[in-house]
């Protein structure tokens, strides 16, 4: 590929690989640190001797449909946290992440333990489409009482990050970072990075897609593979439609039927002609 069309090419962090490379690498740790103690408020000491549990990244990764798109942390404590891109939005994605949360909580929980050893788990929605529910850039949820907002347990906590809600200017040292993760223009990430050494070596992986051709190519089989992905829902769903469509015409046919064998053994109608009327069962019709 000459130069010319490389420098023309516009590469995102919204990108499931990128996304993946440069938050759930182990050669970007102190990426991923400095990204979640701003997210999650944590000390970066707490991140002390952190494991990331799938941080693969081979090129068949996407090719055979297999893996784990999000990245899995564990504190050296035993807290858990869960990150997860997401650039088109569902109205099911609130439960889908309580449930994912949830499984977390109880992943290592064996028969013998005590409920005190439970560990806290944290998942993380960056969102590239609007979170409806809030109309905050950052919104975090966690289990509280209704009217006092006291909280039950710290045992579970979600938060939603929407990129589609950042402001033009006066950023946070947070929406920084996820207007990094935002855009697509390599001129924007440079004016960023350049007060903040770790967002530099952040804009040096991004840059590495323009540079190297087996990252170009990983890079744009995630595209694909979303958008297969994005397919095969559309489809699901389509079909799901025709099929509640078609279900429902045929009860609404039904009801109309019986409806029908109702007036006509009113009127005193043989069970056999009105059989014969509508299509229904002798046995059908003397359930009515």
Request: aromatic share 10%; proline share 2%.
């Amino acid at each position: 590929m000459n130069n010319t069309l490389i420098t023309s090419l516009r590469f995102t962090a919204r990108n499931d690989y990128a996304f993946k490379k440069l938050f759930g690498t182990k050669e970007n740790k102190d990426i991923m640190i400095e990204f979640l103690s701003l997210v999650t408020q944590l000390s970066k000491d707490d991140f002390d001797d952190v494991c990331i549990e799938n941080s693969e990244q081979i090129p068949q990764f996407y090719d055979e449909k297999a893996g784990r798109l999000d990245i899995k942390i564990r504190l050296n404590d035993g807290r858990k946290i869960d990150v997860e891109l997401q650039n088109t939005y569902f109205d099911y994605y609130p439960k889908r992440s309580i449930f994912y949360c949830s499984k977390l909580i109880h992943e290592h929980f064996m028969r013998g333990f005590q409920y005190e050893q439970l560990k806290k788990c944290i998942a993380i929605n960056v969102l590239n489409s609007p979170f409806k529910q809030s109309r905050k850039v950052h919104s975090v949820y966690q289990i509280r009482e209704r009217e006092d907002q006291t909280l039950l347990d710290e045992l579970l906590e979600i938060h939603f990050l929407d990129l589609t809600k950042l402001p033009q200017e006066n950023l946070t040292t947070l929406e920084k970072w996820l207007m990094f993760i935002k855009t697509d223009s390599k001129e924007v990430r440079q004016m960023l990075a350049q007060e903040n050494p770790i967002m530099t070596k952040a804009n040096t992986v991004m840059d590495i897609f323009y540079l190297d051709e087996q990252e170009r190519k990983r890079y744009e089989a995630a595209w694909e593979y979303e958008s297969d992905r994005l397919s095969m829902i559309s489809e699901s769903e389509r079909k799901g439609l025709e099929r509640g469509l078609a279900e429902g015409e045929a009860h609404g046919s039904r009801q109309a039927k019986l409806e029908t064998a109702k007036n006509l053994l009113h009127i005193g109608l043989s069970r056999e002609n009105i059989a014969q009327a509508t299509g229904l069962s002798q046995a059908e019709i003397e359930a009515l």
